[in-house]
């Protein structure tokens, strides 16, 4: 079992920036891959971001690309996501989660295990 934290959402003003974490905990020994989802009211959770076990791979919806950027440190056991020019309409809820092997996905059915979630809200 894996478990998972997130912290750092919080308010801000669009064009604004916010770096989120996700603390991992439990059977950390394992080699495995980890991303990014949001979930929006009223909307689906979606992909953001993955990255594999060493940090050399990530995968990322091509719209974000250019702003949001994935990245972790296995030694601290902590995933990052930092986001840039923030738009209002990213307002969600932020889920970290993580795979049971390592290799990239995007579909969330691939994810075993999955935090509480963080709330990001982006003011216009």
């Known amino acids: 079992q894996v478990q998972l934290v997130e912290s750092g959402g919080g308010l801000v003003q669009a064009g604004g920036s916010l770096r989120l974490s996700c603390a991992a905990s439990?059977?950390?020994?394992?080699?495995?891959?980890m991303g990014w989802f949001r979930q929006a009211p009223g909307k689906e959770r979606e992909f953001v971001a993955a990255?594999?076990?060493?940090?050399?791979?990530?995968y990322q919806s091509d719209s974000l690309k250019c702003r949001f950027t994935i990245s972790r440190d296995n030694a601290q056991n902590t995933m990052y996501l930092a986001m840039d020019s923030l738009k209002p309409e990213e307002t969600a809820v932020y889920y970290c989660?993580?795979?049971?092997?390592?290799?990239?996905?995007?579909?969330?059915?691939?994810?075993?295990?999955w935090g509480q979630g963080t709330q990001g809200t982006v003011s216009s």
């Open positions: 989660a993580a795979r049971n092997k390592d290799g990239l996905g995007y579909n969330r059915l691939l994810y075993s295990y």
């Open positions: 990255i594999n076990w060493s940090g050399a791979s990530t």
């Open positions: 439990g059977r950390t020994s394992n080699r495995y891959a």
